[in-house]
């Protein structure tokens, strides 16, 4: 889309998915990425994150900035950078920190190893849950899966994952499972194993 419309505004949310696979912003068509950082980044809430390409900086005009962004200064709200104009006011550094430290982690791990383990994950779930007729078609008919699954599943269902020490949560009619590079291929054979007791 956007070699075909170049001026196009591409905003995505990588709430679902910063920390989980590997993203190269900058070769992407993304302009604007914002993510929250309690989700798969693992850095806790109230802290979060914001990219941009130059394009979307020359096409915004901010009408309106914080005071502590321009440093307490009022005449210098004009000579700050971009990004500074999005600081809100009143910052928590400790969010900041746990936001820092998170991302030290992801990067000691490294990105390339956690998109090949998740993807690793992602593959064996698919299989196991198709096995037992878990899965709609919309996810088996996808090429790349992420590792978030809701699977087809009643209360009694979810009680029984629940008292299990299964961490899952409802989702509409089914019940969402999710797996990290803290989870291993052994994970998800004891969650099948826990599913076919109740089968």
């Known amino acids: 889309m956007k070699e075909e419309f170049p001026q196009l505004l591409i905003i995505a949310d990588g709430t679902q998915f910063c920390g989980a696979f590997e993203i190269d912003f900058e070769n992407s068509g993304i302009d604007m990425l914002g993510a929250s950082g309690y989700k798969w980044l693992l850095a806790g809430t109230g802290n979060g994150f914001m990219l941009f390409k ?62 090949a383990h998740n993807e690793k994950l992602s593959k064996k779930a698919i299989k196991g ?46 019940i969402r499972l999710s797996f990290h590079y803290y989870n291993t291929s052994e994970d998800i054979d004891s969650i099948l194993k826990i599913i076919r007791k109740k089968m």
């Open 129 to 174: 849950f198709n096995e037992l007729g878990l899965l709609n078609n919309d996810v088996l008919n996808r090429h790349l899966h992420s590792t978030i699954f809701n699977i087809k599943g009643n209360d009694l269902l979810f009680n029984h994952l629940m008292e299990a020490n299964v961490v899952c949560s409802r989702r509409g009619k089914g």
């Open 54 to 115: 130059d394009l979307a900086k020359r096409r915004f005009r901010l009408k309106a900035i914080g005071f502590n962004s321009a440093n307490a200064v009022i005449t210098g709200k004009n000579t700050i950078p971009f990004n500074k104009r999005f600081e809100p006011g009143h910052l928590d550094s400790l969010n900041f920190g746990s936001l820092k430290r998170a991302l030290e982690i992801l990067n000691d791990i490294g990105m390339k190893e956690i998109t």
